[in-house]
């Protein structure tokens, strides 16, 4: 199968699973809203933020070197595992240890105990990350939407079932952690490949080239992104950001549905035609004049009718 081929498979893989998973998670979403209070849905947000920004530490843009290096070799592969399961433990020892002065910020007793089960997620992920590079690699975007949508379902379920026995916040933890242990446990079931125990400085070094900048721009991004959350828990309160959180999640939703999509397919179909400056200017181009086709059109639409789709969906 030509490279074409496999990213209009890609593609379209893509779209099921972004389609499908942002379905999915928001027919649970809306109906844990109704269950859940808004405090419940800010101390998640607050336990997310810190979240973020420690995953930026564990995943070090090694996906992305990864997906993007030509000439890939077992040992990048097994240098990267190594790399992401010794800082993953490293994480959760050390967000285990700060968890009480990150809630004493907040003025949130209960963020402590949520950010020390959190931590364990750092394991979890190193597991997965060079697996779901991989997978993204190769374009096979049939087994990332499969797993996805399996995820969600089961995550999804569990969390409305502990929801309705008054479990509160915790039905939220307890789907994001059966989130990701799903993602990691299909990976591992879908592919052949397993890690070695070995660590290569020389490939380290490889990958490190790139990565490093894909570090700093997700660095960045982080403060871009969680700055508003940030300053929303800190100085309002966890009850006013689990309102502003309700809200952006249908932002994000959108967004994932309309450019998520292409983002996904995109990195792993340029990293193919990289060589091709021609090809790769004019596939760029395309990509940009397809998604702003798409995007702008909706959002702008959708301006005028969001009173009526806030009341629609969570009640007045």
């Not at 809306?30 to 849905?41: G, K, S």
């Not at 249908?250 to 035609?273: D, W, Y």
Request: hydrophobic share 55%; net charge positive.
């Amino acid at each position: 199968m030509s490279i074409k081929q496999k990213t209009i498979e890609g593609f379209l893989w893509s779209i099921i699973q972004h389609w499908g998973s942002q379905a999915g998670s928001f027919i649970v979403f809306l109906i844990l809203a109704r269950l859940l209070t808004p405090q419940d849905f800010g101390l998640l947000s607050l336990a997310n933020i810190f979240l973020a920004f420690m995953n930026i530490f564990l995943k070090q843009g090694f996906t992305s070197a990864l997906i993007q290096r030509e000439k890939l070799e077992s040992e990048h592969l097994d240098t990267a595992f190594c790399t992401q399961l010794i800082v993953g433990i490293l994480l959760t020892f050390i967000s285990f240890l700060i968890a009480e002065n990150i809630a004493t910020l907040f003025h949130q007793p209960r963020l402590t105990f949520i950010i020390q089960c959190f931590s364990f997620l750092f394991i979890i992920n190193s597991f997965g990350h060079v697996f779901q590079a991989v997978l993204k690699k190769e374009l096979h975007f049939k087994i990332l939407a499969v797993r996805s949508l399996i995820a969600i379902i089961i995550s999804g379920f569990l969390a409305i079932i502990f929801a309705f026995l008054g479990f509160g916040v915790w039905s939220l933890v307890i789907q994001q952690f059966i989130y990701e242990s799903v993602l990691v446990i299909i990976m591992w079931r879908a592919i052949n490949w397993r890690p070695k125990l070995r660590f290569s400085y020389t490939h380290f070094q490889d990958l490190l080239n790139f990565s490093i900048y894909v570090f700093l721009n997700q660095f960045l991004m982080f403060f871009y992104r969680k700055s508003d959350n940030l300053l929303i828990g800190y100085f309002l309160g966890e009850i006013a950001l689990g309102y502003y959180t309700i809200a952006y999640r249908i932002l994000e939703i959108m967004t994932q549905l309309l450019i998520g999509v292409i983002n996904q397919v995109a990195f792993p179909a340029f990293s193919k035609i990289q060589t091709d400056i021609t090809v790769f200017r004019q596939t760029f181009l395309q990509a940009i004049r397809f998604t702003s086709l798409i995007a702008f059109p909706v959002f702008l639409g959708l301006l005028p009718l969001t009173p009526e789709i806030i009341i629609t969906l969570f009640g007045e």
